[in-house]
Every structure is written in C-alpha cells, then in structure tokens.
C-alpha cells in the first residue's frame, strides 16, 4: 500500500471511529521494534568501539593512541547524549487510542528529522579527528597527497553517501511528518 493510500485510510478511521487503525498500530509497532534494535546497535557499537580504543590504547602505550580512545569516548559520549534526548518519551503511545498513537507518530518523525542534523554534525566531527590522527600517523606528510590517497578517497565516497542518504532520508521524514499532521485536520 503506498503512503499516501495509507495515510487517507489512516484519516477515515479516525473520523469514523475511536480505535486506533490498523495500519498505523502496525507501523508504530514496527518503530517500536527499530527503535529497540537500535539501541541494541547502540550498545554494540559502544562495547566494540569504546572498549577497542581502550584496550588498543593499553596495548600500544603510545600517547596519541590514548588521544584517539579519549576522542572516541567523546564521540560516543555525544551520540548517547543524543540518542538519548532524541528517543525520551518516544517509546511507547500515551495511550491505546488513535489520537496517542498518531501523536506519537508525529513526535517520532520530528525526533529523526532533529536528528539528522545532529547525526551530520557528529560524523563531521568523527571525520575531522579520525583523519587528522590518521594523518599524523601515517609516513607522508604532503597534505594534498594524504587527502587524494585511495584511502581517503574511499572515506569521501562514504561520506558522500551518507549525506545524500541522509538528505533523503531528512526530506522523506518531512513529507511523512506533513502527511501526520494533515489527519490531525
């Protein structure tokens, strides 16, 4: 079923009785259950990134090794910080009628399209500080050749990536956020 179809189903059921429409618990439900394995990834990433910093940095003993674990803990610092904020009170619905969930609904869009901007502003900073630590490990110290290196270029195409994916994503999440509160109406 396209969105737009669904959406206007969505507004019938709402004008023409108080149960929450099937769709739309479905796809709260399916939130719901990305939400919990993000979180999972969350913590996933945190044990492996976090504690492969710490224990690389024990194992070297080299002062900038501790440099990059400390700036990883930041990073990872931040992007709980952000998560955190970003899914509070976004779990579950108020209550089991339609009104709570498409609240919901419309709250969570509004969260990930905040958090675009957030989750752009983070990975510029992880960049920044993985590429000047790489930098200043590496043998050439002709700035122009490290950043055309096939290796840095590898890193531009997946950055160029994730920000194109993350502009579409941004835009779907508004257009979704318009069709919520347009049943509100």
């Known amino acids: 079923m396209s969105i737009d179809l669904e959406l206007e189903t969505w507004r019938e059921q709402w004008r023409q009785e108080s149960a ?3 769709d739309l618990r479905r796809r709260v439900e399916r ?3 990305r939400m919990r394995i993000m979180r ?3 913590i996933l990433i945190t044990v492996v990134f976090g504690g492969g910093t710490i224990l690389s940095a024990v194992r070297s003993g080299r002062a900038d090794v501790w440099v990059l674990a400390a700036l990883t803990w930041v990073s990872i610092a931040i992007a709980w910080a952000m998560s955190l904020m970003s899914t509070h009170d976004l779990w579950s619905p108020a209550s089991a009628d339609h ?3 498409l609240d919901l609904s419309i709250r969570r869009c509004r969260a990930q ?3 675009t901007v957030l989750a752009a502003l983070l990975y510029c900073f992880n960049l920044a500080f993985t590429l000047a630590w790489v930098y200043r490990a590496q043998p050439l110290r002709n700035v122009c050749a490290f950043l055309i290196s096939w290796r840095v270029c590898v890193v531009w195409a997946v950055t160029l990536i994730f920000f194109v994916w993350m502009v579409r994503h ?3 999440k ?3 956020l318009a ?3 347009s049943m509100l109406n």
């Open 20 to 22: 929450v429409p099937t």
């Open 31 to 33: 939130q719901s259950r």
């Open 40 to 42: 999972a990834c969350e």
């Open 99 to 101: 009104a709570a969930f």
């Open 113 to 115: 399209i905040q958090a």
């Open 170 to 172: 941004r835009r779907a």
């Open 174 to 176: 508004r257009v979704e």
């Open 179 to 181: 069709r919520l509160e």
